[in-house]
């Protein structure tokens, strides 16, 4: 046995399914997990001393790659002066003005320790807000695990096929209406139907957990108009496209102004950091300011804010266009080498994510992005962890590049396809 195995079978007795979050025990792909014991750059070394080129990069946190020198220093320098006071710090400040400078959105913020925390309290202040009970949420996005959010969501539960989860009551996803992504009429059917009850529209404004689909020509903006009619909120979830499909987000790439903004991964710089924010006047109902309550011990924590603070001034001065550029270049080499195979493939790509749909369909929703071959998929990543890269271990996950991965990683991944045998 690897030391990998031998650590998975010894975690499964002690932690439900040997993973602290479902999509990592790698289940819809057929292998077990591989256990890191370190990374660098854009690369894992497994604790079996196996490197691997990674494209996943945590689910998005680390655009800079792992192991920022100056990431991991101010991080050092922070800890150093106290991990924790319960108490405000100098740091909290200057994160907010960094996020407040860098998406348009936002005009105040409050921290948290994670995205599902953002959405979670971003739809109970749209709630408190506008005195409506009712979210309109996008099958196959995902906007982490709590109860509202937890209805035809995407992620791990679309990788397990869990349309919904026990434990969340009937009264609660009641609230929640579906629709599809990139179904604007839809949209328009069940605002006519519930407009004076729907607090908020949730998106992901690129949606990346049911794999990459991107906005359709005119969906952002409709939801702008839609939202406004009817006098209720538009959140934008940007936990993964915040700080990577732009600097200022999806929002600035689209032009498109939410009410309210969620963020994470990125943000964190590896830490565990998430943060809503929006309109001054709908966040100073938050308290104490206001009265929508939402706390946490460790909010705004000084060792994630320095570790957040470093990586966005950092990714201020990064060429987000060059790594855009090479993302395609990468993507179309693929395709190149797939349709060599004549495999049937369509690889949806912005910024610096892209999933590979096996289907020659085009891939605009739920549907349609269920209509690709997952058992293809699961020997493609297979075979591309068994040739050294390490791709999602789903293909309702979005791989991701990096500012750190160079062009031996980019040759290292098409080797590794050329190789794959379907
Ligand atoms: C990852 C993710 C979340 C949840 O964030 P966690 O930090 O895992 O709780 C929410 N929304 C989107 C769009 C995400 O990708």
Redesign the pocket.
């Known amino acids: 046995m690897s030391k990998s195995q031998e650590l998975f079978e010894q975690a499964k007795t002690l932690i439900p399914g040997g993973v602290n ?1 479902p999509v990592r025990a790698c289940l819809s792909v057929g292998v077990d997990p591989i256990f890191i014991d370190s990374a660098r750059g854009s690369r894992l070394t497994t604790v079996d001393g196996d490197e691997l080129v990674d494209f996943v990069m945590s ?2 946190p680390m655009l800079l790659g792992y192991g920022h020198p100056e990431v991991n220093a101010a991080a050092a320098a922070a800890a150093a002066k106290g991990t924790s006071f319960g108490a405000p710090c100098a740091l909290e400040v200057e994160m907010a003005k960094a996020v407040v400078d860098a998406v348009p959105s936002i005009e105040m913020v409050r921290m948290v320790s ?6 979670m309290s971003a739809l109970r202040l749209a709630r408190g807000y506008t005195g409506r009970s009712k979210v309109v949420k996008f099958m196959g ?5 709590s109860d509202s959010f937890l209805a035809s969501a995407g ?1 791990g539960l679309a990788t397990l096929s869990i349309p919904g989860t026990p434990g969340v009551p009937a009264e609660t996803v009641a609230h929640t209406l579906l629709a599809p992504y990139n179904d604007l009429d839809a949209v328009k059917a069940l605002f006519a139907a519930h407009g004076s009850d729907i607090a908020a529209v949730i998106v ?1 404004p690129c949606a ?2 049911m794999g990459l689909v991107l906005p359709a020509d005119g969906f952002l903006k409709g939801l702008r108009a839609v939202t406004e009619q009817y006098g209720a909120l538009l959140i934008f ?5 915040g700080f990577r499909v732009s600097f200022g987000g999806a929002q600035k790439r689209f032009g498109i102004t939410p009410d309210l903004t ?1 963020l ?2 990125i943000i964190g710089g590896g830490y ?1 950091v ?1 943060c809503y924010g929006g309109k001054r006047e709908i966040m100073e109902r938050v308290a104490p300011s206001g009265d929508v309550y939402q706390a946490g011990t460790l909010s705004g924590n000084p060792v994630a804010m320095a570790a957040g603070l470093a990586t966005l001034r950092l990714l201020e001065q990064a060429d987000y266009g060059a790594l855009e550029r090479r993302t395609v270049k990468l993507v179309d080499e693929m395709t190149g080498l797939f349709m060599e195979k004549s495999v049937p493939v369509t690889v949806n790509t912005i910024a610096s994510l892209f999933t590979v749909f096996f289907t020659r369909e085009e891939i605009t929703d739920f549907d349609s992005a269920r209509k690709a071959d997952g058992e293809r998929y699961a020997s493609f990543y297979r075979q591309m962890r068994a040739n050294g890269v390490n791709l999602a271990p789903s293909g309702y996950e979005c791989s991701f590049t990096s500012f750190a991965h160079t062009e031996e990683d980019y040759d290292h991944f098409l080797d590794a396809v050329s190789k794959v045998q379907f």
Do not use: L, M, Q, R
């Open positions: 979050s689910w998005g994670s995205g599902t925390e953002a959405t996005n995902y906007h982490g695990h992620s992901e990346g957990n979830d940007e936990v993964i496209t969620t994470g991964k565990p998430g």
